[in-house]
């Protein structure tokens, strides 16, 4: 094996293999697993967003992904396993509600935390005793899982501070030279992470909203609510996923969220633009195909229909990055508290524009 792989100083050539994602040719997965058990990083796909892959028992695989990513290392991983009796050995105890959930949303997008065993390492956990688990329903990655030792810790694919990568090129675009191997299965399906829950509160406290949503969780095991810290705009209540805190994105461009009627949104969208195309600005808009005929804004991005909310978690991250390579000085976005997972999808865009909100 070319030793250069671990050896995070050295720019090393990336090579991007691509996959069928649903029937992955198992030796290129067998290549790629041998680099996590060596303690090396692959970028791969998964269900929710791409994911950079260590061996999560080792030390040193964890130590690399903070590298690699630029990632405060008091922000914990997420452990991935391939099947519910991998919990044994990384956990200290399973509550009788993690199985409830497992037997209802695993493989799928939903994170437990645990009371963490000795196997699992605070390089991992960032120095907390309990460890974050999920296993994903992608085939790749429950493949890549099960031909590496079985635990994968892996965080979103990106440098620390851009959006969450969901294509391969968005993972070569961030670690180019940094990581030897990305699996590239194509679009990922969901296109926002993870939905987080903690079981070792009172009542189960979501730490982190995403697809598998609150009623979805209370369904299966009765009350469940969200963490004040993740809600609020007060940077002085602090969330308890430590990696909630962080600002997670800001475009270059100032972004703004205009939030109410369709029409009043349209319409004050379009005041704005006017008024910066008079300052001589060019203006970047975040719409919907329903409404994107209305606009005259320079570069305007829709998320795809209003009537399709699982297309505007899938392109959300992607226009946000794309206004980045795009010359525009202000960016305003429409609103989208859409009945289900538009919770999960406000909280990523209101953290983006760093919870600046016009009500109209
Ligand atoms: P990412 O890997 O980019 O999806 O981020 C993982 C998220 O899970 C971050 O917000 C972490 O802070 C959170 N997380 C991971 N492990 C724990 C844990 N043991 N307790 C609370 N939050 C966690
Ligand atoms: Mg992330």
Known sequence: MNTNILDEKKTIITQVKKVDAMHPDMSIIREAAEIICEGGLVGFPTETVYG??????????????????????????IVHIADFEALDKITADIPPQAKALADAFWPGPLTMIF?????????????????AVRMPSHPTALALIRESCGYIAAPSANTSGRPSPTLAEHVYEDLKGKIPMILDGGAVGIGIESTIIDLSEEIPMILRPGYITKDMLSEVIGEVRDDPGFTSADPNVHPKAPGMKYRHYAPKANLTIVSGEADAVVQRINELTREHHQKGEKVGIICTDETRARYFGDVIESTGSRQNEDSIAQHLYAILRDFDERDVDVIFSESFATPRIGHAIMNRLLKAAGHQVIEV
């Open 52 to 77: 950079l892959g260590a061996d999560a028992l080792l030390p040193e695989g964890a130590k690399r992904i903070y590298a690699a990513k630029g990632r405060p290392s008091d922000n914990p991983l």
């Open 115 to 131: 009371r963490k065993s000795d196997a699992v390492p605070y390089e991992t956990t960032g120095g907390l005793d309990t460890v």
